[in-house]
């Protein structure tokens, strides 16, 4: 499995803001990715976090709404910029892994974020 | 485009009996990743278990099971022997096992599962 730590695990955040969050992988990994999960809903790809070059953005999301950082293997960072109420969710950092069972994605604990 | 159904927004067992949940999928591709996530109130997503689609057997994970059918399209988990601990919401997920995609896991709308004691 993976060792994947998100800071904040929680924080209200005042509308017009930015926030960003902080996820750290205890060992060296190709692929991370960034999640979202709005209030009661499944969780939609926000961007792959790619080392050394920009984010891959998913439809729907810019990076200048969502800029992302990745300087290294084990790092990378999701800002929430310029926040409403709809920015309200679960912001939940994860990655890829081959183990023994082959590829699998594992996320850390999330970023419970509300928007007032 | 891929799209994952779970057609059972709520279940509910009692302690040690089993129970199934469902999850069906669309693809044209061959070769791709089933999962079930587990996300107790805690909201951490947790691993259940995990296929490969171009293997045969089910997957297994103690008291976990999978019933796979890939004709049908089909991805359902068995838990047996349900304790309280296994109340929580239950996601179904694929992922392509190649190219650009990998990494971009598709989810259903999750099963909300309380197990009663």
Do not use: H
Request: glycine share 6%; net charge neutral.
């Amino acid at each position: 499995s993976a060792v994947i730590s998100q800071k904040p695990s929680r924080d209200i955040c005042q509308r017009g803001t930015s926030l960003t969050i902080q996820c750290q992988v205890d060992s060296q990994v190709t692929m991370m990715f960034w999640y979202r999960q709005q209030p009661g809903q499944s969780l939609t790809l926000i961007a792959t976090a790619n080392q050394g070059s920009e984010a891959t953005y998913e439809s729907g999301f810019v990076i200048d709404k969502f800029p992302i950082s990745r300087p290294n293997l084990t790092f990378s960072t999701l800002t929430v910029s310029n926040m409403s109420p709809e920015d309200s969710s679960i912001y939940l950092c994860s990655v890829g892994r081959d183990g023994k069972l082959g590829n699998t994605i594992y996320f850390g604990e999330g970023s419970w974020l509300t928007v007032v | 485009a891929q799209t994952v159904t779970q057609s059972q927004p709520e279940m509910s067992v009692q302690e040690a009996e089993t129970v199934t949940l469902s999850c069906t999928y669309d693809t044209s591709e061959n070769n791709y990743y089933l999962f079930w996530y587990k996300q107790p109130p805690s909201r951490q997503m947790i691993l259940v278990i995990r296929q490969e689609a171009y293997k045969q057997q089910n997957a297994t994970e103690n008291r976990f099971s999978v019933n796979f059918q890939k004709a049908a399209k089909s991805f359902s988990l068995k838990i047996s022997d349900s304790q309280l601990g296994d109340t929580a919401m239950y996601f179904c997920a694929f992922m392509t096992r190649y190219g650009g995609s990998q990494g971009n896991l598709i989810f259903g709308k999750g099963t909300k599962l309380s197990v009663k004691p």
